[in-house]
C-alpha cells in the first residue's frame, strides 16, 4: 500500500516539521537533537517555567503552545510516543529563571515515566521540579486495573492558564496547585469517524467500518467505550456531554468553559455544529458556558471525530483565561 | 574465551544480533502493537537499538557493566514510550549488578537479570499477569537462578531461559491488560500477546542464541 501522506520519510518526519516551525516563527526556537522548543526569551527570570511535552501527532499541541503567557518549552517525542528524558532535562534547563519549573504531563504510561526520570535528573542539577498530571478523559474507566484516565483536551487549557499565573509571577506552588485545579474540575471525552494512520505503521491504527463510529476514543487512535453506528451530531453531542456532565462537577448554575477540539480531519463547520447541539444541551441543563474554544488544539494526525472538553470556571480561571496569549496555537489580546 | 563464562565481545555480539532481530521483527512488534496498544513498539525498539549498536561499536572495552549501563543510558535517550525507560532500566540494572566485570559466570548472568527485573518492576510498577514484559521477564530470571543453582551450564541455563520467556509471553495471549495502554481497551484486551512481553523474549532468545553457543 502507498503512504499516503505529505512526507518524505517516516524517519524524519519529527525532525523535519521542528525544521519547518524554525524556519516559520522567530519567536521561539527550535533545538534539534535532543529535540524541543523553547519561547526565543527563555529562560524568563524570576518565572516559573512550564514544560510540557508529548508524542508528535498531536499539534499544535505542544510545540504551537509556546510562547508567551503559555508553555515556555515543549518536547515533542515521535509520533505517539513519549519524548525522552534527556529532551525534557535540556527543555527544563533552557527554561528555568530561577523560580522553578513545572512539567504538565499526560496521564500515559510512557509519558509519566519518562517525566519521572527527568524530574529527578533536573533536582539533581539543583533544579526545582514540580509534575501535574492530567487525567481528564471519561472515557476511561479509573482504577487500579488500569493506567487511570487519559489525558487529553484539559491538558491544553492547564496550559493556558498556568501559562498566564506563571506569566504573573505566581510560584511553583501556586501554579502547580492551580494545574491540579483545572484538572480536577474538567472532563472529556472523544469521538472518531475515521482512523489515524501513523507514518511508521502506515495503515490505519484501527478499523472502522463505513457506518461505524468510535464513541470514547483516545487520542493515538485507543478504543473507547463502544463502537456504534454513526448517527446525527445531536444524538452523538448528547451522549458524550451526558457522560461528561454526570462524572464531572457541573451543576446547574455553574459557569463552564465548552472546548470542542477537531480531531485533525474534521471541518470546523462540524465543529460549529456540535458547539451549538452543546450549547443547547447545556442550556438545557442549566449551564452556562461563558468562554469557548472552538477548533483543532489536539489532534490524532488525520482522525475525523472531535472530542468536547468542559471546565467549570470561577473568577480566577476565567480571569487566567482571559490573559494575554502569544502562540503559534493560541493568541489574544497581546 | 572460558568454557563456562562469556566476555564484553560475548556481550557486544548478543547486543548486535538482538538489534538484527529486532529490526527484522519491526512489523510483527509493531502489529502486535497495534491490537492493544499504539503501533510503535517496532519502530521504537528498532531506534534505539540501531542508536545502540552505533554507540558501542566493536570495542566491548573490558567492563562489561560500563557497556551494558552505555547500552541502558542509549535506549532511555532514543526510544521514548514506555519502552525506553523500560528497557533503558532493564540494561541499565543489569550493567550495574556485572560493573567491572570483564566476564560473566552463569551466576552473574542470573543475578543481573534479577537486578533487571527488579528494577523494571520499580519503574513501571507492574506485577506478573498485568499483560507486560515482567510476564516473559520474571520465569525467565526465575529460571536463570535455578539452573545457576543447579550449576548448570551456561547454554542449558540460557536455553531454559528462554524457553520460559517464550511460554511467559505466549500467556499473555488470555491476560487481560493492567498496566500501560492496553489497559485502557479492558476485557478487549484479552487475545492478544503482550508486545512487550515479545521483545523480551526476543531478548532472551538471542541471548541463547549468541552466548549459549559461544560460552561452552
Not at chain 1, 139 to 150: C, E, P
Not at chain 1, 214 to 229: A, C, L, N, Y
Not at chain 2, 28 to 40: F, H, K, N, Q, V
Request: glycine share 12%; aromatic share 4%.
Amino acid at each position: 500500500m502507498t503512504l499516503k501522506k505529505l512526507i518524505n520519510n517516516p524517519d524524519d518526519v519529527v525532525r523535519e516539521a521542528l525544521q519547518g516551525v524554525a524556519a516559520a516563527h522567530s519567536d521561539v526556537k527550535v533545538h534539534i537533537d535532543p529535540h524541543y522548543v523553547v519561547r526565543a526569551d527563555a529562560p524568563v527570570k524570576g518565572k516559573v517555567g512550564i514544560v510540557s511535552g508529548g508524542g508528535s501527532g498531536h499539534e499544535p499541541m505542544h510545540g504551537g503552545f509556546v510562547g508567551m503567557g503559555m508553555l515556555d518549552a515543549a518536547c515533542p517525542g515521535e509520533v505517539f510516543t513519549s519524548p525522552t528524558p534527556d529532551q525534557m532535562l535540556e527543555a527544563t534547563k533552557a527554561v528555568s529563571g530561577g523560580a522553578g519549573v513545572l512539567h504538565i504531563v499526560k496521564n500515559y504510561t510512557g509519558d509519566v515515566m519518562n517525566f519521572e526520570m527527568a524530574a529527578d535528573l533536573g533536582q539533581t542539577e539543583g533544579i526545582e521540579v514540580e509534575a501535574v498530571v492530567i487525567d481528564d478523559d471519561v472515557a476511561v474507566q479509573d482504577s487500579l486495573y488500569t493506567a487511570g484516565r487519559r489525558g487529553v483536551g484539559a491538558t491544553v487549557l492547564a496550559e493556558k492558564i498556568c501559562g498566564a499565573a506563571a506569566e504573573a509571577k505566581s510560584s511553583l506552588a501556586d501554579v502547580a496547585e492551580l494545574c491540579r485545579k483545572v484538572n480536577s474540575q474538567s472532563r472529556s471525552m472523544g469521538m472518531a469517524l475515521t482512523s489515524c494512520v501513523t507514518p511508521g505503521a502506515g495503515k490505519a491504527t484501527f478499523d472502522l467500518g463505513e457506518d461505524e463510529m468510535e464513541i470514547g476514543i483516545g487520542i493515538h487512535g485507543e478504543p473507547g467505550r463502544e463502537r456504534k453506528q454513526i448517527a446525527p451530531a445531536s444524538e452523538i453531542v448528547e451522549q458524550m456531554a451526558a457522560a461528561i456532565v454526570d462524572d464531572g462537577p457541573f451543576e446547574q448554575g455553574d459557569e463552564v468553559l465548552a472546548f470542542v477540539n477537531g480531531m485533525g480531519g474534521t471541518p470546523l463547520i462540524e465543529l460549529y455544529i456540535v458547539y451549538n447541539e452543546l450549547n443547547k444541551l447545556l442550556d438545557g441543563r442549566g449551564i452556562n458556558i461563558t468562554r469557548n474554544l472552538i477548533g483543532s488544539y489536539i489532534t490524532s494526525l488525520e482522525m475525523a471525530g472531535c472530542s468536547i472538553t468542559l471546565l467549570k470556571l470561577d473568577d480566577e480561571l476565567t480571569k487566567l483565561w482571559d490573559a494575554p496569549v502569544n502562540t503559534t496555537g493560541l493568541r489574544w489580546g497581546a | 574465551m572460558s568454557a563456562s563464562a562469556v566476555t564484553g565481545a560475548d556481550v557486544v555480539r548478543w547486543i548486535e544480533l538482538y538489534a538484527s532481530t529486532i529490526a527484522e521483527n519491526k512489523g510483527y512488534l509493531t502489529e502486535l502493537d497495534s491490537a492493544i496498544g499504539d503501533a510503535d513498539h517496532g519502530s521504537n525498539m528498532n531506534r534505539g537499538m540501531n542508536a545502540v549498536v552505533e554507540k558501542i561499536g566493536d570495542d566491548p572495552g573490558d567492563d562489561i557493566g560500563g557497556l551494558l549501563k552505555t547500552v541502558g543510558m542509549t535506549l532511555v535517550s532514543k526510544v521514548g514510550g514506555a519502552g525506553g525507560p523500560l528497557y533503558g532500566t532493564l540494561f541499565m540494572q543489569m550493567g550495574a549488578a556485572t560493573a567491572g566485570k570483564s566476564e560473566l559466570s552463569v551466576e552473574d548472568w542470573s543475578a543481573a537479570l534479577q537486578a533487571a527485573l527488579k528494577g523494571v518492576k520499580a519503574r513501571g510498577k507492574a506485577e506478573p499477569g498485568d499483560k507486560t514484559m515482567i510476564d516473559a521477564l520474571t520465569p525467565a530470571a526465575e529460571a536463570l537462578s535455578k539452573a545457576a543453582a543447579q550449576s548448570t551450564s551456561f547454554t542449558d541455563a540460557l536455553k531454559a531461559a528462554e524457553s520460559a520467556a517464550e511460554e511467559g509471553m505466549k500467556a499473555t495471549i488470555p491476560l487481560v491488560a493492567r498496566k500501560g495502554r492496553a489497559s485502557y481497551l479492558g476485557e478487549r484486551s484479552a487475545g492478544h500477546q503482550d508486545p512487550g512481553a515479545t521483545s523480551t523474549y526476543l531478548l532472551m532468545k538471542t541471548a541463547s542464541e549468541v552466548l549459549g553457543s559461544s560460552s561452552d
